[in-house]
Antibody, heavy 115, light 112 residues
Framework: EVQLVETGGGLVQPGKSLKLTCATS????????MDWVRQSPEKQLEWVAQ??????????YYAESVKGRFTISRDDSKSSVYLQMNSLKEEDTAIYYC??????WGQGVMVTVSS | DIVMTQAPLSVSVTPGESASISCRSS???????????VYWYLQKPGKSPQLLIY???NLASGVPDRFSGSGSETDFTLKISRVEAEDVGIYYC?????????FGGGTKLELK
């Protein structure tokens, strides 16, 4: 069974940093392209970032809204993907989902940016 | 970026009746390989989005055949026949033709 479990969310002040972790199981993680998608309090879904596999040189892609502030990375030995979020803004407040392709989504983790 | 526009914002349906949700993309989602990269998701209250339809008209595993997807290159429809209580939630269309993935604003389905 495919499982994606996000952790690391919480309340953080504007300008601060937070790192999300997505631990996975049930599939060959080393071959997988992984994404982060977030959902705003208004329920709008927004793709955030993608990381490809080793055969694609771990290429990364970002939404314009987070480029330069967020970094996606992975550890194939731990079957985990990460999202390092720096210089957080109030508009980054959302539920963050880890996804494997289009079918598989984690349960999500809440990130609240507020003073 | 490809813009996905859904309608209506909400729909109220009597159990047992059918419902349709529309989605329009700002660019053709038909790839040269013949596949149309539009997807439909249902987000039940308190849950993460679950896949209903992939590549415009293919039913995801475990999804009842009351759900069906159809469309053209830019106009798409999700139809739910014989709506049941478990169908309540927010429906999203999304395109995975190119990065960035983009999603419609969602359609909330409620029961009368």
């Amino acid at each position: 069974e495919v499982q994606l479990v996000e952790t690391g969310g919480g309340l953080v002040q504007p300008g601060k940093s937070l790192k999300l972790t997505c631990a996975t199981s049930g599939f060959t993680f080393s071959n997988a392209w992984m994404d982060w998608v977030r959902q705003s309090p208004e329920k709008q879904l927004e793709w955030v970032a993608q990381i490809k596999d080793k055969s694609n040189n771990y290429a990364t892609y970002y939404a314009e809204s987070v480029k330069g502030r967020f970094t996606i990375s992975r550890d194939d030995s731990k079957s985990s993907v990460y999202l390092q979020m720096n210089s957080l803004k109030e508009e980054d407040t959302a539920i963050y989902y880890c996804t494997w392709g289009y079918p598989y989504w984690g349960q999500g983790v809440m990130v609240t940016v507020s003073s | 970026d490809i813009v996905m526009t859904q309608a209506p914002l909400s729909v109220s349906v009597t159990p047992g009746e059918s419902a349709s949700i529309s989605c329009r993309s700002s660019k053709s989602l038909l790839h040269s390989n013949g596949i149309t990269y539009v997807y439909w998701y249902l987000q039940k209250p308190g849950k993460s989005p679950q896949l209903l339809i992939y590549r415009m008209s293919n039913l995801a595993s475990g999804v009842p055949d009351r759900f069906s997807g159809s469309g053209s290159e830019t106009d798409f429809t999700l139809k739910i026949s014989r709506v049941e209580a478990e169908d309540v939630g927010i429906y999203y269309c999304g395109q995975l033709l190119e990065n960035p993935w983009t999603f419609g604003g969602g359609t909330k389905l409620e029961l009368k």
